[in-house]
């Protein structure tokens, strides 16, 4: 029997009671490892981590909070080899694809150390100047901000097992507040190993990081009102938290990331074979096959004028058509598999949903795996859709099918193409492609509404950018309406999360004493 990995809960390694969830390898079928959160004591857990990890981190200043990050980098880049090899058993992804998750996390710890390091040996932070309550300056209002004293969980996605932890750990640590996650159950894995590295090496104080693998039975239950909860995930799950009573009652804060149909807008007079042009092509090539389609960031509807939609197909076809898929053991493979067969059955479901509003212009579903059977490996080739009637085909813009499939849609002029990027009712990016810069800062702030970030390329970034469906730590995460309204990231606007707005009113004798 495989091994059955231990939580990290109360500061102490603890087993499961039960005889665990089995872990699989996507592409060869292999069980690789077991999980189980069955009789955890949960509120002693969450008590141990809000009290014991609270006050340690709370009782150094952001700059000694800085360094622990800094620690972190160290532990995680001296096992980078067996984060790779556990994210090419349990994910299935090429050495890229793992790159983005492993070292996207690596990175973003960095950052924010650095960030970190800048804010100085305070336990608080100033938010804005001293005004005066009166016409004389003797009574004064200033704004702080200090950590809440709570636990952060972190209810985390299986497509980032690394990025999707340490992007939400970073600020949330930097800021004092201790953190239990709980990784979804086909990937837990590299988390809890990650976890397991760094609980070794005694970077951080007792109680700072939890990691619970299993079942998230009773997690919300053990929320209490200065606590904060940030999920990943479906919208389906977001509603049952938004209405826990956790949240609907103990006025728990919560961060949600849901579901996102992004989009591609080529804007006019970018002609077939023009730079923009093929730039759009290249990057909807990317974001199809990055990770098998399986990021929340993914380009999902592909926006181009109607007089370039016939080239545009045969355009991006062209290139997925190149895409080796299979086994990412193999050198030759560029695409790998996706995260389980269950995750597999869900792409094809979602394929025949939208089977009857649109029309298939590339299908690699039959073309032959590498080094894989087809029987066994949750694989599936680049399947490029298209729906000459963007309006009629409502599906398009109601149903994510998150794997490697996208949708071509035309539009009659740039004010049609803008209102079929609004259809999305809310998502994590929109990435735009032209050469006129001030139609495309136009666009860009009429799409904004509707976007967490709005990713601009032009011919003169073409090497620069960094890609619509990478995630960087200095801009924002997240998105309104079907996207979950959250926001993660974005330099240190992330800590607002973790930290509680007051004011002190009293006299500026006083206030200068406050040492920020």
Not at 247 to 261: G, K, M, Q, T, Y
Not at 325 to 339: A, D, K, Q, W
């Amino acid at each position: 029997m495989t091994e059955l990995l231990p939580n990290y809960v109360a500061g102490r390694w603890q087993a499961g009671s039960g005889a665990g969830t089995p872990l699989f390898d996507p592409v060869l079928g292999t069980e690789l490892a077991r999980v189980d959160a069955t009789g955890l004591d949960l509120p002693e857990a969450f008590a141990f981590a809000r009290e014991q990890g609270g006050n340690a981190l709370r009782a150094l200043t952001y700059r000694q909070r800085a360094g622990l990050l800094d620690a972190i980098v160290k532990v995680l880049q001296a096992n980078r080899d067996a984060y790779y090899e556990i994210a090419t058993a349990n994910s299935g992804t090429v050495k890229n694809d793992s790159a983005v998750d492993i070292d996207g996390a690596i990175f973003t710890v960095g950052q924010y150390a650095k960030w970190g390091d800048t804010l100085g040996d305070v336990r608080a932070l100033r938010d804005g100047e001293a005004v005066k309550l009166g016409k004389e300056p003797l009574f004064q209002s200033q704004h702080l901000q200090v950590p809440t004293h709570g636990v952060a969980l972190f209810i985390n996605a299986f497509n980032f097992p690394s990025w999707g932890l340490w992007e939400k750990a970073a600020p949330a640590l930097l800021s004092g507040v201790p953190v239990i996650v709980k990784p979804a159950t086909a990937t837990a894995w590299l988390t809890q190993r990650m976890v397991r590295d760094v609980v070794d090496a005694g970077v951080l104080p007792a109680g700072a990081l939890s990691v619970v693998c299993g079942s998230s039975a009773g997690l919300m239950d053990a929320l209490q009102p200065f606590d904060v909860a940030s999920f990943t995930g479906s919208a389906e799950t977001a509603a049952i938290i938004r209405s826990h009573p956790a949240v609907a009652e103990r006025s728990v804060r919560v961060n949600i990331e849901a579901d996102s149909l992004n989009s591609a807008l080529l804007l006019p007079g970018a002609a077939p074979g023009s730079d923009a042009f093929n730039l759009l092509v290249r990057e909807v090539v990317r974001e199809m096959t990055v990770k098998s389609g399986q990021k929340c960031t993914a380009i999902r509807r592909i926006l181009v004028p109607a007089e370039v939609y016939d080239a545009a197909a045969e355009a991006i076809g062209a290139k997925l058509a190149g895409v080796s898929v299979g086994n990412p053991r193999n050198e030759s493979v560029r695409m790998g598999s996706l995260v389980s067969r269950a995750q597999l059955d869900a792409v094809r479901d979602g394929l025949d949903a939208l089977a009857s509003q649109t029309t298939v212009l590339h299908d690699s579903r039959n073309k032959p795996l590498v080094d894989a059977d087809p029987k066994v490996a949750a694989c599936i080739g680049p399947v490029l859709l298209g729906a000459r009637d963007a309006d009629a085909a409502q599906r398009v813009h109601d149903v994510e099918v998150f794997g490697p499939v996208a949708t071509l849609l035309p539009y009659r002029d740039l004010a049609h193409g803008m209102a079929l990027a609004h259809r999305g009712q809310g998502s994590l990016v929109t990435s735009l492609y032209g050469s006129d810069d001030a139609a495309l800062a136009q666009v860009a702030l009429s799409v904004a509404p509707s976007h967490g970030r709005v990713h601009v390329v032009t011919p003169e970034v073409a090497q620069a950018h960094t890609g619509h469906g990478n995630v960087m730590p200095m801009s924002l995460h997240g998105g309104p309406g079907r996207a979950g309204g959250g926001a993660e990231l974005g330099g240190l606007r992330a800590l607002d999360f973790y930290h509680r707005r007051s004011a002190v009113q009293a006299s500026p004798g006083v206030l200068a004493a406050l040492g920020l």
